[in-house]
């Protein structure tokens, strides 16, 4: 059963994850023309998962 600190840093990692996302994506709108993709939504998916993992478990 996970902690209530262990929940706390995965959702702020989970956070963090978004938090970069959004400031990369003028970089990644850039690199698209190019024709080059940032795997940033893999990372994002990973610990959104992650997440409802642990909330499932906390529910359960």
């Given at each position: 059963m996970p902690t209530t600190l262990n929940r706390a840093a995965v959702f702020a990692v989970y956070q963090l994850t978004l938090f970069a996302g959004i400031l990369l994506m003028p970089l990644a709108?850039?690199?698209r023309k190019a024709g080059v993709t940032l795997p940033v939504h893999r990372a994002v998916d990973r610990v959104n998962?992650?997440?409802e993992e642990m909330d499932a478990e906390r529910t359960n």
């Amino acid at each position: 059963m996970p902690t209530t600190l262990n929940r706390a840093a995965v959702f702020a990692v989970y956070q963090l994850t978004l938090f970069a996302g959004i400031l990369l994506m003028p970089l990644a709108l850039v690199m698209r023309k190019a024709g080059v993709t940032l795997p940033v939504h893999r990372a994002v998916d990973r610990v959104n998962e992650t997440y409802e993992e642990m909330d499932a478990e906390r529910t359960n």
